[in-house]
């Protein structure tokens, strides 16, 4: 089946033969689109000029010189009517008053390179007052704002407990400043804080370890200070794992062999790190 051509009146020819000698494609085709009410594309319009041999008459490379697009009373009014207007405003001012499509880039492009300006600074005049003045901060209060001394209604208590995402750690929210944020509550191991209460702070090179190998039980029976080469050696040991009965004899295993300077490493036997030659 054989396409219909797209067929153009004498007076749209001619339009885009002396549009085309001023204009480039990009700006041809909203300028013939303004004039006729048409919705034609850049690829039909450049297929229409050469159907017809409509040629721009510039010699290959030769770029269109930007002043070419405006006549000088298009010019002129810019000049008069940019002033005070924003870009926007301006380019729908100017396609109306010529009927034409030009676009606010278009527009900004031209009044730039040609030195055209708003006479706005973005600056407050002299004796100009600003819109916020006297309000306190962004803005003012409004419904949803914080009222003076409120508590959301999701703030926890002192004592109010969670389980840590990260360590599988139970964390109890107590009066201690944060010493990240400066806060004057924080939330803390719940093992550790038990422990500082009952016994004082945590030695350095020590740690808070459970008995019965279970972190969610904060009991202080439960709880015992141990150095860190102790729990690497009940770690090796796989002590959570090991039976009730038999922890006791592995947690004093693990304590002699982090004195005598032994790791214990399954599977291949037991090495000497600590030596001295």
């Not at 409120?150 to 926890?156: A, D, I, M, Q, T």
């Not at 939330?187 to 038990?194: F, G, L, N, T």
């Amino acid at each position: 089946m054989k396409m219909k051509r797209n067929r153009y009146s004498p007076e749209q020819l001619e339009f885009m033969r002396t549009g085309y000698a001023t204009m480039a494609i990009r700006q041809l085709t909203p300028a013939f689109n303004a004039e006729f009410g048409e919705s034609k594309t850049e690829r039909q319009l450049k297929a229409a000029l050469n159907n017809h041999r409509i040629t721009c008459g510039r010699k290959y490379g030769e770029r269109i010189h930007f002043a070419h697009l405006y006549t000088e009373e298009q010019v002129q009014f810019l000049r008069d009517n940019y002033q005070g207007r924003s870009v926007a405003e301006l380019t729908a001012l100017f396609n109306e008053r010529f009927v034409a499509a030009m676009t606010v880039l278009q527009i900004k492009a031209f009044v730039s390179n040609r030195g055209i300006t708003s006479g706005r600074t973005g600056r407050f005049g002299k004796g100009s007052k600003p819109w916020n003045l006297g309000v306190k901060g962004c803005m003012g209060a409004n419904p949803t704002s914080f009222k003076k001394g409120s508590v959301p209604p999701n703030r926890k208590p002192l004592g109010a407990e969670r389980i840590c995402s990260k360590d599988g750690f139970v964390l109890v929210k107590i009066a201690e400043t944060n010493p990240y944020t400066g806060f004057p509550t924080r939330y803390k191991h719940k093992h550790v804080h038990v422990w500082e209460q009952n016994h004082g702070p945590v030695p350095k090179g020590h740690v808070v370890s459970f008995r019965d190998g279970d972190k969610l039980n904060c009991e202080p029976g439960n709880l015992m200070l141990l150095t860190r080469k102790e729990l690497l050696c009940l770690n090796l040991h796989n002590y959570r794992e090991t039976p009730d009965e038999l922890k006791p004899s592995v947690l004093a295993l693990a304590k002699l062999e982090a004195k005598a300077g032994i790791r214990t490493n399954p599977g291949r036997g037991r090495k000497k790190v600590d030596n001295k030659r």
